[in-house]
């Protein structure tokens, strides 16, 4: 090893969706003694997300950046010359592939290169896409087969999921999410017993987000006490988003929680923050689609929201009871169990006077594991072994 920075390179095909902020953490957040480089396809968001040395196809070949789309778009998933050539002109210590499909993507590149290979797992990568396409199946355990392949996941549940589909337990290793706590002020939030109770919703609008099962608990609160709701998020692209966003909005008309609703749609970070500071409890009860889809680990935002001192319901879902510890920093019901959510609701407002206790213990958990800082750190860690292993 030499006094040299580490050069790493990170690939990701965007960079950066606003759904993915956490990715951001994880570059930003790595310590002196590291060179990042970001190759992706297009880029999106930069004002929020820039960092230094990002490579991208459709900036520098807006031609080569059309080929790769149709190439794509025709069904060619393996290869991304634009990749083996970025990298053959850093050439890099490591390899950094952000989610499992894009590891597989250019792992025979990264073979080709002699250099670790880094492959995090993020959810519908480990969940949804091997359950609805097979052939995901048997290209993982094509990536699976790479010695010098490692892989990273947020936590146990996932990492079991992930050594389900074949992977190599002993190349599996459990790295946090982290949130920059040391930049989200901590405010415990205070309810008082016939004041509304405004909560917030916060997600992109997927089956495994729950948010019928939200609005459906909500309704029946609001029999018992006035209830203001604000609503983060929207469909996305696919059908599958359009009809849950339509399943939504049907709730919504069917139990009357229009004049109760607020729908902003996708919004910056921080509008986020704002309703968050002014909302009194995070809702957010994921659950397994139907499809396979699931978490994986667990939605940031209940990560983000914790630190900053708010109730969180949600979910005994993938890797969720690791962040919220159920009775002790939030309250956790089964999936799909609307009169579960209910209760929890009920609990956590029960508990109001006690909230700054609780909360607060919340806090501490995210500055001991999930702080963006010290993540950063041992991401560092795992990235030095392998390179100084020689893989």
């Not at 607020?262 to 409890?281: C, D, K, N, T």
């Not at 708010?310 to 009871?321: F, T």
């Not at 963006?372 to 030095?384: D, E, H, K, M, P």
Request: with cysteine; charged share 25%; aromatic share 8%.
């Amino acid at each position: 090893m030499t006094d040299k920075p580490l050069k790493v390179l990170h690939y990701s095909p965007v960079w950066l969706p606003l759904t993915e902020t956490w990715l951001y953490g994880q570059v930003s957040h790595l310590p002196a003694g590291f060179e990042n480089h970001v190759v992706c396809r297009s880029v999106r968001n930069l004002h929020q997300f820039e960092v230094p040395n990002i490579h991208c196809l459709k900036r520098e070949s807006p031609v080569g950046y059309l080929l790769h789309r149709a190439l794509f778009l025709a069904g060619f998933r393996e290869g991304f010359s634009f990749f083996d050539q970025t990298a053959a002109r850093i050439r890099p210590n490591l390899v950094h592939s952000h989610f499992g499909n894009n590891g597989w993507t250019v792992h025979k590149a990264v073979r080709r290169l002699g250099v670790p290979h880094v492959v995090t797992f993020y959810g519908q990568d480990v969940s949804r896409m091997p359950a609805v396409n097979p052939a995901w199946r048997e290209r993982y355990r094509e990536m699976f087969a790479e010695e010098g392949t490692f892989y990273l996941c947020e936590g146990h549940a996932m990492a079991k999921a992930l050594a389900g589909l074949g992977c190599p337990p002993e190349r599996i290793r459990v790295q946090h999410l982290g949130v920059p706590v040391e930049t989200i002020r901590y405010r415990p939030r205070a309810w008082t017993p016939g004041a509304p109770l405004k909560v917030l919703i916060a997600a992109s609008f997927h089956e495994r987000k729950g948010i019928p099962y939200a609005l459906e608990a909500l309704a029946r609160l609001k029999r018992e006490l006035p209830v203001e709701i604000t609503v983060i998020g929207d469909a996305g692209a696919s059908e599958e988003s359009r009809e849950e966003k339509r399943k939504i909005l049907a709730v919504i008309e069917r139990t009357n929680l229009g004049p109760v609703t607020r729908m902003l749609g996708f919004q910056p970070h921080e509008v986020f923050w704002r309703e968050a500071y002014a909302s009194h409890i995070f809702l957010s009860p994921s659950i397994t689609g139907h499809d396979g889809d699931t978490e994986g680990g667990a939605p940031v935002a209940i990560i983000e929201l914790a630190a900053s001192g708010m109730p969180i319901v949600s979910s005994r879902h993938c890797d969720i009871p690791e962040i919220v510890l159920d009775g002790e920093t939030g309250w956790l019901a089964d999936e799909r169990d609307v009169d579960g959510l209910l209760d929890c609701l009920r609990q956590c407002l029960a508990a109001a006077p006690e909230w700054e206790s609780i909360l607060a213990a919340g806090r501490r958990r995210i500055e001991s594991e999930y702080d963006a800082a010290t993540q950063g750190q041992r991401l560092a860690g795992i990235y030095r072994q392998l390179v100084g292993a020689g893989y």
